[in-house]
């Protein structure tokens, strides 16, 4: 089976502009979950899509804000962009929330 | 909720050494458990995982986990560390059954001298 996919790899923003960041899971699986990592937090949750719907929502301001389509494929959006949201974003998908997670390689954002 | 805790940010052992990395849960029931690791640059790959039966997991690239309920942990252990081993190690735990994503650690970075 392929992996999960991200595109794209690599992306340079500006403030102010918006971003969207896609994400292609395993076959079959049916949830799909997005992280912040940067060196200061770490591993944040942003939030998880399973069967089109949110269901669960990590801390972050209504800037960040996701979408899962019939094929389980997924997008992220960031609005407004922030300095502070240079980070890689990874997408992992599963296929059951609480099981294990498979993870893409990334999507690494600079803001500038 | 469930939380995990990785007392330590970093280790350094030396090539050939053993190596031991620290998980501590708290969880109401069972939980399932995780080990992931982050070369630079790159996704989590997944190490080993625990959801019932043995306490002691083996995984890939020579790791093994021993889930110790009384004391609420998961520690990874490899009797000798290569230098291709350098990475960030995840701790994780989840819920079974629920709906709710895994829950990650901090992080610890492993750094092998030659």
């Known amino acids: 089976k392929a992996g999960v996919t991200q595109t794209p790899r690599y992306l340079i923003k500006t403030r102010g502009q918006q971003v969207t960041l896609s994400c292609s899971p395993i076959?079959?699986?049916?949830?799909v979950s997005w992280y912040q990592q940067t060196p200061g937090q770490g591993l944040q949750f942003l939030f998880e899509?399973?069967?089109?719907?949110?269901?669960n929502k990590g801390n972050f301001p209504g800037r960040f804000s996701g979408r899962q389509f019939s094929n389980s494929r997924s997008e992220m959006n960031v609005s407004t962009l922030e300095l502070g949201d240079s980070a890689l974003y990874l997408c992992?998908?599963?296929?059951?929330?609480?099981?294990?997670?498979?993870f893409g390689p990334g999507t690494r954002l600079t803001v500038l | 909720a469930q939380s995990v805790t990785q007392p330590d940010i970093h280790i350094t052992v030396s090539e050939g050494a053993s190596l031991e990395l620290r998980c501590n849960y708290s969880?109401?029931?069972?939980?399932?458990l995780f080990w992931y690791v982050q070369s630079p640059g790159q996704g989590l790959q997944l190490l080993l995982k625990?959801?019932?039966?043995?306490?002691l997991v083996q995984g890939i690239k020579g790791f093994e986990a021993e889930f110790k309920r009384s004391q609420s942990s998961f520690n990874l252990r490899k009797p000798s560390v290569h230098w291709s081993d350098a990475a960030e190690y995840f701790c994780?735990?989840?819920?079974?059954?629920?709906?709710?994503?895994?829950?990650f650690g901090r992080g610890t970075s492993l750094i092998v001298h030659p």
């Open positions: 076959s079959g699986h049916r949830s």
């Open positions: 969880y109401g029931a069972t939980p399932y």
């Open positions: 899509y399973f069967s089109e719907t949110q269901r």
């Open positions: 625990y959801f019932s039966g043995d306490t």
């Open positions: 994780a735990v989840g819920t079974p059954g629920g709906s709710y994503i895994p829950t």
């Open positions: 992992a998908s599963s296929l059951a929330g609480g099981s294990e997670q498979f």
